[in-house]
């Protein structure tokens, strides 16, 4: 069992959870993820690791409420247990080479972006963070990407939070000034990674993006994450979750993605339903 050591939340659908894995801990790596059952009859799913303490033994876990399994985690409290948490999957972030990065982040997908950060800045790279998000009630993880990075632009659709824009006009605005970088990592919803890797295109940078697909056994057997990059067919759980941007199939992806929204909100009421019951 997987001991919940710290809760807490972030906004009003997300929330940081610090897990008791030491196992998991000791060879996780940013980019990768773990897959988790909250309970013994819940699913599967797949959850970034935000951050690891090997000493502590500690992996932490930041989620956004969408459907069933992310509203049964917000109820679970510190002492409480996960049923699985296994990992760690995927491949982690390359960081080889690269002497100066813009990753771009937006809403949840911060969550991902900001253990790539800190790791381009341990290891000495020039580190320019743009994070986006709707407004400033729902923004993440902002002491912890100013810790990490040289230059930190702060973008939202409504002005609240930083500048007004979307973080592709940040970008493009970075570019145009004269910054040169050896790599872009954009991590947020498809469209955005989709755009920024549209405007990168046009200047030749080289851009990664972390894809996460529908996953359930995280092992490139089940085929459920399986993506089109560069007109082959990839797997999210075993090829990724980073992929050159250049070369991914977005509309696709989006199209995937969106057959199982009707199941994630009809899961997603059931559980709250439970829980009304209970209360």
């Not at 919803?189 to 030749?204: A, C, H």
Request: hydrophobic letters at 40%.
């Amino acid at each position: 069992m997987y001991e919940i050591l710290e809760k807490r939340v972030l906004n009003p659908t997300v929330f940081l959870m610090k897990i008791d894995a030491p196992a998991v801990a000791k060879k996780a790596l940013p980019g990768q993820f773990v897959i988790l059952r909250a309970h013994k009859e819940g699913e599967r799913i797949p959850l970034t690791v935000a951050d690891y303490d090997r000493k502590n033994g500690s992996v932490t876990i930041i989620f956004q409420v969408v459907g069933g399994t992310t509203e049964y985690l917000s109820h679970m409290e510190v002492g409480q247990s996960l049923s699985d948490f296994v990992g760690p999957l995927g491949k982690p972030t390359e960081t080889d080479g690269v002497r100066k990065i813009a990753v771009v982040g937006g809403g949840v997908g911060c969550a991902i972006a900001y253990p790539a950060a800190k790791k381009f800045f341990e290891e000495g790279a020039e580190v320019h963070v743009i994070a986006g998000f709707r407004n400033s009630d729902l923004v993440i993880l902002e002491d912890e990407f100013a810790a990490v990075s040289q230059k930190f632009v702060r973008m939202s659709d409504d002005g609240s939070w930083g500048q007004k824009g979307l973080v592709t006009d940040a970008l493009r605005a970075l570019i145009e000034a004269g910054e040169q970088y050896d790599r872009v990592l954009a991590i947020g919803p498809l469209p955005m990674m989709k755009f920024v890797s549209l405007l990168t295109k046009e200047y030749g940078i080289p851009t990664v993006v972390s894809m996460n697909p529908i996953m359930i056994d995280g092992t490139g057997m089940c085929g459920g994450c399986r993506l089109s990059v560069g007109g082959k067919t990839r797997f999210a759980c075993v090829d990724g979750p980073e992929f050159d941007g250049h070369l991914v199939d977005f509309d696709e992806a989006m199209a995937r993605g969106a057959i199982y929204r009707p199941f994630e909100r009809a899961e997603h009421e059931r559980v709250c339903n439970l829980f009304r019951e209970v209360k």
